[in-house]
């Protein structure tokens, strides 16, 4: 299950640029069979996302699920 998505141009470089390779590497992920996404890929979104106060809910969220998926 390939993604084949871009992040859209409205949004700040940055953005797109953390958006377009958390989408490359769940590519890689589906196609190698892996179990996880590099965590480095993950924090790197989350970070960038934070920086701008328009999508800082979005970053919450996304922490949010990532925490409630990794409880045991």
Do not use: C, H, R, W
């Amino acid at each position: 299950m390939s993604i084949d998505k871009k992040a859209n141009k409205y949004l700040p470089q940055d953005v797109q640029d953390a958006i377009n390779t958390f989408i490359t590497q769940f590519n890689i992920m589906e196609e190698y069979d892996l179990d996880t996404i590099p965590t480095e890929y993950t924090m790197n979104l989350l970070t960038t996302l934070s920086k701008y106060p328009e999508y800082v809910g979005v970053a919450t969220e996304l922490m949010t699920m990532i925490l409630e998926d990794n409880e045991v």
